[in-house]
Each structure stands twice: as structure tokens, then as C-alpha cells.
């Protein structure tokens, strides 16, 4: 499917085990145990961690130094880089940074845009957009080119990612969106979190009718519920997330102390009714300021233990 590169996370997913990634929000500080005490909690039971990069336009840790804090405890980062704020010198120059720590895995994002967070004043930059970083990732890897033509001494051994909402609107262009991210050489796909099960099997089934499975390892994007609360401010309030009324519903139906555990419990049966769908290859569990949660999650859903030595 691709190029060799070092990343446990390809070799799972070439062995052909249903993948597990996590996440990690890097801290409003310079604090690493911010980071490091999230890993740790989650660290036997994912194969990769993604950390992102100053999420929802809220400045944070950066998420290159987040990640070279987890490669120093021995795990498997997954450095997130959006291209709101960095030109392509920088995104280059920080493509070679993260491979000079062998740092492996990177997904390539737009960003949210800066109007939402601590700094709405703030200058965006996208000087090219996230299929063009994909590019950018793959002629460094494949080509041991920079954009300018220059050759690259060590080029950088990553396994490219994107993201995919098949929620958002126009629906009918997400999967021709994934084809697109395809050609431009995305190898794996983290999707938005689901929790309409059918309208993701009916992309899942378009994407299959072009055969995009086969091109690319698709990992199921899934965040549990804290509360009824929680599901109705991502109904209503978050853009590209699709939440029936019947799930708000039911957190709703429950009492407040039991509505954490409704909300695992309806995040492990997701997973479930998705290990079964053909072209879903793992799993992207999003639990942000909730990660005690996911060794839970993972050995419910029968994703435990993880694959080692490959």
C-alpha cells in the first residue's frame, strides 16, 4: 500500500490487526507531566498516540515537543500538523524536526479556524492546504525532495495520515473529498467522531464502491459521552458532527451519576457494530481530558491486548 516506513502503526495495520490510536490534548503550559501522565494512562492498550496541535485555535504546548516527550517513554507518537499557522519553510523545517527524533507517523490537517480560540486577531497563514502537505510529506519521504527542489539529506520515514468527516455538509462530496486525499497520498484515515452508525456505513459503502478501502487503512473515529450535556452541545453546537436524537436521548434518559457510564457504554457498542463493517481496519479513540477511560473502552470492545513484536 506503501512505501516501508518504521511505524508500529503500519506494520499493525499491514499485519492486518484492527488498529488502536488515542489522543492526547497537549497543556496550556510547559509542564510535560501534563502529557506524560496522560500516556501512561493509556499507553498498553493503543498502538499510536496522536497529539495534537494547538486544538481549536487555543494556544498549547506544541505538538512536536509533546510528541518527542512521549518517543523519550518509548512510545509511538503521532505528531498532528495543521496548516493554519505555519508557512511551507516552517511545516518542512518541523516535518524534518519530528524525523530527526524518528518520529514516524503524522496526520495532516487544515486546523480550525483561528476566529475560535485565544487569539482571533491572530494572522492565518494556509500557504497550502492540507492535500498539499500530504504531498509535501510524501515527496520528502519518497522523492528525498524539499518543495524547492532540493535534495534531503535523511529524509523523513513517516506514514502519512488524514482526516475525514463523512458527516458534514454536502454529503455527497465527503467521499469523492477521501478519494481526493487519496491520490494525494494520504496511506491511513482517522474519521470524526460517530455517532449516526448508518449515515458512516453509507459513506463507508461509497468509499468501498471505489474501492478506496483498499487504498488506504480507514480507522473509526469514537468519543464517549460525559454526560446528556455533552451530547446536546455537540448536536447543536459543534459543525460537521451529526448526533440522532435518539442517542441524546438516551443519555438523557438515564441519572446524572449513571450518564458517564451510559456514555462508555454506548461508545463500546459502536465499536462493536463497526468491527464488523468491511473496510474498517481500526480504531481512533478520542477521550480528550478523559483518557482513564480508554484502557476500559479498548478491553470492552475486545481490542485488548495489543499486538507487540511486529
Not at 450535556?229 to 459543525?239: C, F, H, L, S
Not at 443519555?251 to 450518564?259: A, D, H
Request: hydrophobic share 40%.
Amino acid at each position: 500500500m506503501s512505501a516501508n516506513t518504521p511505524s508500529k502503526l503500519k506494520k499493525i495495520l499491514d499485519a492486518g490487526h484492527l488498529a488502536v490510536t488515542s489522543e492526547c490534548g497537549p497543556p496550556r503550559g510547559s509542564d510535560p507531566e501534563a502529557i506524560t501522565k496522560k500516556a501512561e494512562m493509556i499507553k498498553n492498550h493503543v498502538d499510536a498516540i496522536n497529539i495534537t496541535d494547538n486544538q481549536t485555535s487555543v494556544t498549547r504546548l506544541c505538538s512536536l515537543a509533546a510528541c518527542i516527550h512521549l518517543k523519550l517513554m518509548g512510545l509511538e507518537p503521532t505528531l498532528q500538523m495543521v496548516v493554519r499557522d505555519r508557512n511551507r519553510i516552517a511545516l518542512q523545517s518541523d516535518i524534518l524536526g519530528a524525523a530527526s527524533f524518528d518520529i514516524h507517523n503524522i496526520l495532516c490537517l487544515s486546523g480550525d479556524h483561528q476566529q475560535f480560540g485565544d487569539c482571533p486577531q491572530g494572522q492565518n497563514v494556509f500557504d497550502i492546504d492540507s492535500m498539499q502537505l500530504i504531498q509535501t510529506v510524501r515527496l520528502m519521504r519518497d522523492e528525498g525532495k524539499f518543495l524547492g527542489g532540493d535534495d534531503i539529506n535523511r529524509p523523513p520515514q513517516m506514514f502519512v495520515g488524514a482526516a475525514a468527516n463523512p458527516f458534514a455538509d454536502p454529503f455527497e462530496i465527503r467521499v469523492p473529498r477521501l478519494a481526493k486525499k487519496i491520490s494525494a497520498g494520504v496511506e491511513f484515515i482517522q474519521t470524526q467522531c460517530i455517532y449516526n452508525l448508518e449515515k458512516f456505513e453509507l459513506w463507508m459503502k461509497q468509499a468501498r464502491d471505489r474501492g478506496l478501502h483498499e487504498k488506504a487503512y480507514i480507522l473509526a473515529g469514537v468519543t464517549p459521552f460525559k454526560s446528556a450535556g455533552m451530547a446536546k452541545y455537540m448536536k447543536n453546537r459543534v459543525p460537521g458532527m451529526d448526533v440522532p436524537d435518539e442517542v441524546v436521548k438516551r443519555m438523557s434518559g438515564v441519572p446524572k451519576e449513571k450518564q458517564p457510564d451510559e456514555g462508555i457504554d454506548i461508545c463500546v457498542e459502536t465499536i462493536q457494530r463497526l468491527k464488523e463493517v468491511e473496510g474498517v481496519k481500526g480504531f481512533h479513540i478520542m477521550a480528550i481530558e478523559w483518557e482513564e477511560k480508554v484502557p476500559e473502552i479498548v478491553e470492552r470492545s475486545g481490542l485488548y491486548p495489543r499486538p507487540k513484536d511486529l
